[in-house]
């Protein structure tokens, strides 16, 4: 059977109670599980316009947590993995469009580093290129 719908794999779906065949699993349901899992964790409402798409896509694709290292990183804040007020209040202090542009490069140097970057490099750098256009 089918292991991805919508993104969503079938252990992130089961851990968020879908119990049906991936095939099936409605639209509305992925929606749900991205916003609950992904958006409303890195507090995306709360951040700059320009620096949502970004987090989102790197918390999708690496985890909330590491996804808020590396803005806290590009923030020279604390690094707790965690967006906290401290960070919403100095992602609100800065010049957005920069702020995306260091949390990606943040991203990307720490993705070169991973031993599985030779395998991987080819779509993740794409996915970093498409963030980027993004903010033009």
């Given amino acids: 059977g089918r292991e991805t719908m919508w993104g969503v794999t079938a252990r992130v779906a089961r851990a968020n109670g879908y119990t049906g065949e991936m095939r099936d699993l409605p639209r ?6 991205y916003k609950v899992r992904y958006w409303n964790p890195i507090r995306a409402d ?8 970004p987090l989102f896509d790197a918390a ?19 690094e707790d993995g965690a967006i906290g007020d401290v960070t ?5 202090a800065s010049n957005p ?14 993705m070169t580093s991973l031993p ?3 395998q991987f490099s080819r779509g993740w750098a794409r996915r970093i290129a498409h963030n980027l ?4």
């Fill in 46 to 53: 709360d951040l700059p316009d320009a620096l949502r798409y």
């Fill in 97 to 110: 469009l920069l702020l995306a542009c260091k949390f990606l490069a943040e991203r990307l140097d720490f």
């Fill in 116 to 118: 599985t970057w030779g």
């Fill in 60 to 78: 999708v694709n690496s985890g909330v947590s590491q996804a808020a290292m590396w803005l806290q990183r590009a923030l020279d804040v604390v």
């Fill in 28 to 33: 509305e349901t992925a929606k749900t599980i």
């Fill in 133 to 136: 256009k993004g903010l033009a």
């Fill in 88 to 92: 919403i209040h100095a992602a609100d």
